[in-house]
């Protein structure tokens, strides 16, 4: 069995991703979206651009990721010969040598010197008597399955100081996308600093990340180390012993896996809980340690069996949400007072307003306004769309020329993305601020109207999810936010005006979705 920095990646993120990776059917994997293909080349662009910025003067080895075992041969041989920098390199242990670097670097946590973030080494002496335990049991059981552990840390830096090379040794740099030191970066920057010392016979001085802004961050090896340690020993004894995870679907975390569809299968067939909106994995775990694992199970026990450790609010929303999907219908919300309706705006025009984004350029390329005519019964779509990235500018003014048109208008959008947007956008080109704080005050937020005066049968409570329930469809097979931002960068690349076509059609089905929303909130509200 081979274990990659990347399985430990995504064993930190969901143990179920890595078990399925190591042993699921291939068959039941997803197609890659383009999305995630998407973020990839942005990677490798990120990269690319802090090793020219940062003028590293790089040797690569010949061989392929794929041919790891070359790979890693010809890596041990360039930091014998003392190359200063290494990208693209291949670290490979085998299990003695896992044992071994494990042994040094606890014998000596505190030379890993170097910078670090803070962090207090107040973990290790409470694990100290779990590691034993893990290291002779977990780790021992997967030997006699020939472990190979693998990393390939972004760069490997020469530096000063004594090895089994000579005067000089190795430090891991890891350059990533991400805009702030995630846990699960730390985790992997610790896993290379054990492997290098394995390598080169001392502990590095350091494990470096180097983020989105090519800002640096030195991670604390000495806190690190353990919890990467005790976190190995754990995936292994997953892997090794067969210990399939049980399905929990989170879907901002699991959309772009590939085994989405495959967990999400199982998960509707066993009404599991994580399909509740509001479930989160410390509450469904606190669920069903009480013996409550489905959604009929939760809509009838008595509310008062589970509110010592979950507020009783939370316990009666959910209860809700379990009631609204058991039955398929829509319900009042319990802590919605009669008294206190829901009151619309009641004007012969309306506006309805989503917007589309590029988060990797900063940039709403697409401002999307539908103007309603309720007295002439009639509407008219306005795509104000920057086919460039610079002319965001001009649809800015474009947008604020025609909601000054309709001064009138309550503007309905979903989300606060539109509110931050717009003063993101006023500060950026200098909007005065009392033109906005107009603008703001016609804002109606129809989510956060759903959400406080309505639990619906659905999973999540975006527009696609509440739309789609009330009987709204969008005309382009499988858009999405995400996709809107592939079709743009492909028209950016291409100049294909047909991916314009398909963000247009898509950004006024999300306009026209929101009136059907609006319209079908008000005649519920209406009539319960």
């Given at each position: 069995m ?17 078990y ?6 291939p ?27 940062r ?9 392929s ?34 044992q ?5 670097v606890?014998?000596d946590?505190s ?17 100290e008597?779990?590691?034993?335990t893990?290291?002779?049991h ?35 740099v890891n350059?990533?996308l ?5 846990s699960?970066?730390?985790?992997i ?15 590095p ?18 806190y ?21 995870p049980?399905v ?15 967990c999400?299968d199982?998960?509707?067939s066993?009404?599991h809980?994580s399909?509740?909106?509001g ?5 469904y775990e ?5 013996g ?6 939760l809509?009838?026990?008595?509310s ?26 829509a ?14 705006p009641?004007?012969a ?14 940039l ?9 005519d ?20 001009i649809i ?17 959008h979903?989300?606060?993305y ?11 080109y ?13 804002l ?9 005066s ?5 999973e999540?409570?975006?527009l696609k999810?509440?739309?789609?329930w009330?009987g709204?469809?969008w ?7 995400e996709q809107?931002?592939?079709w743009y ?7 294909d ?18 009136r059907?929303l ?9 009539l319960?």
């Amino acid at each position: 069995m081979i274990l990659t920095d990347e399985l430990l990646l995504n064993y930190k993120r969901c143990r179920r991703r890595t078990y399925l990776d190591v042993h699921g059917n291939p068959q039941q994997r997803d197609p890659e979206k383009e999305f995630l293909l998407k973020l990839r080349r942005e990677s490798q662009t990120h990269i690319n651009n802090v090793l020219l910025a940062r003028s590293f003067v790089y040797q690569k080895p010949l061989g392929s990721w794929r041919n790891w075992s070359l790979n890693a041969r010809q890596t041990k041989i360039m930091m014998q010969q003392g190359v200063d920098c290494i990208y693209g390199g291949v670290l490979a242990l085998n299990f003695t040598d896992w044992q071994s670097a494990t042994k040094l670097v606890n014998s000596d946590p505190s030379g890993s010197g170097g910078q670090h973030s803070g962090e207090t080494p107040e973990l290790r002496p409470h694990l100290e008597a779990k590691k034993e335990t893990l290291l002779t049991h977990n780790l021992t059981e997967a030997a006699g399955n020939k472990l190979t552990f693998l990393a390939k840390p972004t760069l490997l830096i020469k530096v000063a100081g004594k090895s089994n090379f000579g005067d000089w040794s190795y430090v891991p740099v890891n350059i990533k996308l991400g805009r702030r030191p995630k846990s699960e970066y730390k985790l992997i920057a610790a896993f290379h600093a054990q492997m290098l010392a394995a390598i080169q016979g001392t502990i590095p001085a350091n494990s470096q990340l180097i983020l989105r802004r090519q800002d640096s961050y030195f991670v604390n090896l000495e806190y690190w180390l353990p919890k990467m340690q005790t976190t190995v020993a754990d995936c292994i004894a997953m892997l090794t012993e067969l210990d399939e995870p049980e399905v929990f679907i989170s879907r901002q975390r699991c959309n772009l896996c590939h085994w989405y569809n495959h967990c999400y299968d199982i998960a509707k067939s066993q009404q599991h809980l994580s399909l509740i909106p509001g479930v989160t994995p410390k509450r469904y775990e606190y669920l069903s340690s009480q013996g409550i694992e489905t959604v009929e199970y939760l809509a009838k026990i008595n509310s008062s069996l589970v509110n010592e450790a979950i507020d009783e609010d939370i316990i009666n929303q959910l209860q809700q949400q379990a009631h609204s999907i058991l039955h398929d219908r829509a319900i009042l919300k319990s802590t919605h007072k009669l008294a206190n309706r829901l009151e619309f705006p009641n004007n012969a025009l309306e506006l309805y307003f989503d917007i589309e984004a590029e988060p990797e350029l900063n940039l709403d390329y697409l401002l999307g306004v539908l103007l309603v005519d309720r007295q002439n019964n009639t509407e008219v779509f306005y795509p104000l769309l920057a086919e460039k990235p610079e002319d965001e500018g001009i649809i800015w003014q474009q947008f604020l020329n025609l909601v000054t048109r309709y001064s009138d208008a309550p503007i309905f959008h979903f989300s606060e993305y539109e509110v931050d947007a717009i003063k993101r956008l006023a500060r950026l080109y200098g909007t005065p601020k009392t033109e906005i704080k107009i603008l703001l005050s016609r804002l109606v937020d129809l989510h956060h109207l759903v959400t406080e005066s309505i639990v619906l049968p659905v999973e999540s409570y975006s527009l696609k999810s509440l739309a789609n329930w009330i009987g709204f469809e969008w005309r382009e097979q499988g858009a999405s936010g995400e996709q809107s931002v592939c079709w743009y960068d492909r028209w950016l690349k291409t100049s294909d005006r047909s991916s314009l076509t398909s963000i247009l059609r898509y950004n006024e089905d999300d306009c026209r979705a929101t009136r059907y929303l609006k319209d079908w909130l008000v005649n519920f509200l209406e009539l319960d």
